[in-house]
C-alpha cells in the first residue's frame, strides 16, 4: 500500500469521506467545528454540501489520503480563527498564537489499521506548515489505551497525536463518549 496525502480540492473526494451515501440526508460533512453552530443547525439535506462547495472555493478544507488514486481518508485543518474551537468554552486557548487546528481524522471502513490515521496527522501537519500555521492543536481523547466508540473516534487518540510529535498543551472541559479531550500541539517555528 502506498499512502499519499494531499490538499482536498475534490469535492467528489470529500464527498466520499464526509458526505451521505444518500444526497438528501442529514449528516455532518464536517462542518460542526468549523461553521457557526447557529448556521450548522440550520443547514440540512443538499444545503450542507453546498456549503462545502462554498469552503472548497475559499481553499481546501484539510487533506484527503490516496491508496493507489482511491480516496480513503480525510482530516480537517483549518486556522482555528475560522473554526468554532476559536470560542469555545469547553476547550480553552494556551495562548494567543494563531494556531492551526485538527479536529477531524476519517478513514474509510475496509482501511482502518493500516496507518491511514497516521499518514492523514502528517499531511495535515505539512499542508498547515506550507500555508504558514505557526502550530497545529488537536483535541483528541485522552483515551488512555481503552477502546473508542468508532463514531466517536474522529478526534483522534492522544496516542496518535504523540507519535506526530505533538506534546500535551492543556487538559480541557470537553468529554467525548467518556473520555477527557486534551490539548495537544505542534510547534512549526
Same mark, same amino acid.
Given at each position: 500500500?502506498?499512502?499519499? =496525502?494531499? !490538499?482536498?480540492? @475534490?469535492?467528489?473526494?470529500?464527498?466520499?469521506l464526509?458526505g +451521505?451515501?444518500?444526497?438528501g440526508?442529514? %449528516?455532518?460533512?464536517?462542518?460542526?467545528?468549523?461553521?457557526?453552530?447557529?448556521?450548522?443547525?440550520?443547514?440540512?439535506g443538499?444545503?450542507?454540501?453546498?456549503?462545502?462547495?462554498?469552503?472548497?472555493?475559499?481553499?481546501?478544507?484539510?487533506?484527503?489520503?490516496?491508496?493507489?488514486?482511491?480516496?480513503?481518508?480525510?482530516?480537517? =485543518?483549518? !486556522?482555528?480563527? @475560522?473554526?468554532?474551537?476559536?470560542?469555545?468554552?469547553?476547550? +480553552?486557548?494556551?495562548?494567543?498564537?494563531? %494556531?492551526?487546528?485538527?479536529?477531524?481524522?476519517?478513514?474509510?471502513?475496509?482501511?482502518?489499521?493500516s496507518?491511514?490515521s497516521?499518514?492523514l496527522?502528517?499531511?495535515?501537519?505539512?499542508?498547515a506548515?506550507?500555508?504558514?500555521?505557526p502550530?497545529?492543536e488537536?483535541?483528541?481523547?485522552?483515551?488512555?489505551?481503552?477502546?473508542?466508540?468508532?463514531?466517536?473516534?474522529?478526534?483522534?487518540?492522544?496516542?496518535?497525536?504523540?507519535?506526530?510529535?505533538?506534546?500535551?498543551?492543556?487538559?480541557?472541559?470537553?468529554v467525548?463518549?467518556?473520555?477527557?479531550r486534551?490539548?495537544?500541539?505542534?510547534?512549526?517555528r
Open positions: 500500500m502506498t499512502i499519499s =496525502v494531499r !490538499p482536498a480540492t @475534490d469535492f467528489d473526494d470529500i464527498a466520499t464526509v +451521505p451515501k444518500k444526497p440526508s442529514n %449528516v455532518c460533512w464536517c462542518l460542526s467545528y468549523r461553521i457557526p453552530a447557529k448556521e450548522n443547525l440550520a443547514l440540512s443538499t444545503a450542507r454540501a453546498e456549503r462545502v462547495r462554498g469552503l472548497l472555493r475559499e481553499g481546501p478544507p484539510g487533506v484527503l489520503a490516496y491508496d493507489d488514486g482511491n480516496v480513503v481518508g480525510w482530516a480537517a =485543518v483549518h !486556522p482555528r480563527a @475560522d473554526t468554532s474551537f476559536a470560542t469555545s468554552r469547553k476547550i +480553552p486557548h494556551v495562548d494567543d498564537l494563531d %494556531v492551526w487546528s485538527v479536529w477531524c481524522i476519517r478513514v474509510r471502513p475496509g482501511h482502518r489499521g496507518g491511514i497516521h499518514a496527522l502528517a499531511g495535515a501537519i505539512d499542508f506548515r506550507e500555508c504558514g500555521a502550530a497545529v488537536g483535541y483528541p481523547v485522552d483515551n488512555r489505551g481503552q477502546k473508542v466508540d468508532l463514531t466517536m473516534a474522529y478526534v483522534g487518540t492522544r496516542s496518535l497525536f504523540e507519535k506526530a510529535g505533538f506534546h500535551l498543551a492543556a487538559p480541557t472541559e470537553s467525548l463518549n467518556g473520555f477527557p486534551v490539548i495537544m500541539r505542534l510547534d512549526l
